[in-house]
């Protein structure tokens, strides 16, 4: 079994910034790419970074230049740092990461961006 677990979601004002953390556990060999989706109410959901086990991210549009993906590789760990948050960023954002054959997914953490 492998487990992915969030953390780091909250209420954060408009401008703010804040840092999600995703660690894999469990009878996973080896990780290819880990990242976060994120799904907003009423909405799909849709992809915000990825990151390769070398280091090659790939963003969403709508948060390049604003969030920042990275990973610690020993660790089995992503992390997303958000920055000048906005209230469209809120949504439920879902790490995951990829065996080679299969996405294992957390349960989501959630993140408002509200005043």
């Known amino acids: 079994q492998v487990q992915v677990v969030e953390s780091g979601g909250g209420l954060v004002q408009p401008g703010g910034a804040l840092r999600l953390s995703c660690a894999a556990s469990g009878s996973i060999f080896s990780i290819n790419h880990m990242g976060w989706y994120r799904q907003a109410p009423g909405k799909e959901r849709e992809l915000v970074a990825s990151?390769?086990?070398?280091?090659?991210?790939n963003y969403a549009d709508s948060v390049k230049d604003r969030f920042t993906i990275s990973r610690d590789n020993a660790k089995n760990t992503v992390y997303l740092q958000m920055a000048s948050l906005k209230p469209e960023d809120t949504a439920v954002y879902y790490c995951?990461?990829?065996?080679?054959?299969?996405?294992?997914w957390g349960e989501g953490t959630l993140v408002t961006v509200s005043s």
């Open positions: 990151i390769t086990s070398r280091g090659n991210t």
């Open positions: 995951y990461c990829n065996d080679f054959v299969l996405n294992y």
